[in-house]
């Protein structure tokens, strides 16, 4: 990663703990590069990027100020059971995506065959409120998605999935990672190039082992937070599990 974008980083980590505040002057060009021991050049090619996302306003004979609270963005819950899932991607809006020919899922897990020709895939950013939630690839087992192919294109499968009597969801799991956005993922999710992700597989399984549903997400890593119970035992299953 370029050094100016490493700095930038940092500096935005500042603002987002709140050590630069909202509205405040931040130090001078000066105090900068003996903080981050780098050179001029790189400090003000950091600053640019900065001021090009609204983040910090720089005035000639008064400072740069904070100009973006980001202590008050808005974080996501990224569910941990199956209710919350159910509960969280029902309101998201959907963006459909192009599939390129030949291309394949990535790293595949659970036992899943990206090659497989009995799903159906579906590539799409989920919204929520006007700011991308996650960029998703969703392999449907494809006699599921005949059955209801314009209601699955158009609103989120998990829900669906959920709601149907005649679908028993026996085993759900989901693996997370975190790893750096490349560029197509990026534009998708309108964050930087190399900015953390969260990297999750979900698969959901029938009684008999075969995979119904798999999809791989990637979220903006700094707008998801993770909420466990770490003293949770035996949570009562939604009605879909068995």
């Known amino acids: 990663m370029p050094l100016y974008l490493q700095v930038a980083k940092l500096m935005r980590q500042k603002i987002e703990s709140q050590q630069w505040r909202f509205g405040e002057q931040i130090p001078t060009l000066d105090n900068l590069v003996a903080e981050f021991e780098v050179s001029r050049i790189t400090l003000r090619a950091a600053l640019n990027l ?29 569910p941990n059971r199956f209710d919350e899932l159910v509960k969280v991607v029902s309101p998201l809006k959907i963006h459909m995506l192009p599939i390129e020919p030949g291309t394949r899922v990535q790293d595949p897990a659970f036992g899943f065959d990206g090659n497989s020709t009995g799903y159906q895939r579906l590539r799409r950013v989920h919204y929520r409120e006007n700011t991308p939630y996650c960029l998703i690839d969703i392999y449907l087992d494809q006699t599921i998605f005949d059955s209801d192919p314009e209601g699955f294109s158009q609103t989120p499968v998990v829900p669906q999935l959920a709601g149907r009597s005649d679908i028993t969801i026996h085993q759900a799991r989901q693996v997370l990672r975190i790893t750096v956005s490349d560029k197509e993922t990026a534009s998708h999710l309108h964050i930087g190039v190399g900015d953390p992700i969260a990297d999750v597989c979900r698969v959901f399984k029938d009684p008999s082992q075969k995979i119904l549903y798999y999809a791989h997400i990637q979220y903006p890593a700094q707008l998801i937070q993770i909420d466990t119970d770490l003293l949770q035992n035996d949570a009562p299953q939604h009605p879909a599990l068995t």
């Open 50 to 78: 900065l001021e090009d996302n609204g983040i910090i306003t720089r005035t000639r004979g008064l400072g740069t100020f904070v100009a973006k609270d980001l202590s008050e963005q808005r974080w996501f819950r990224l």
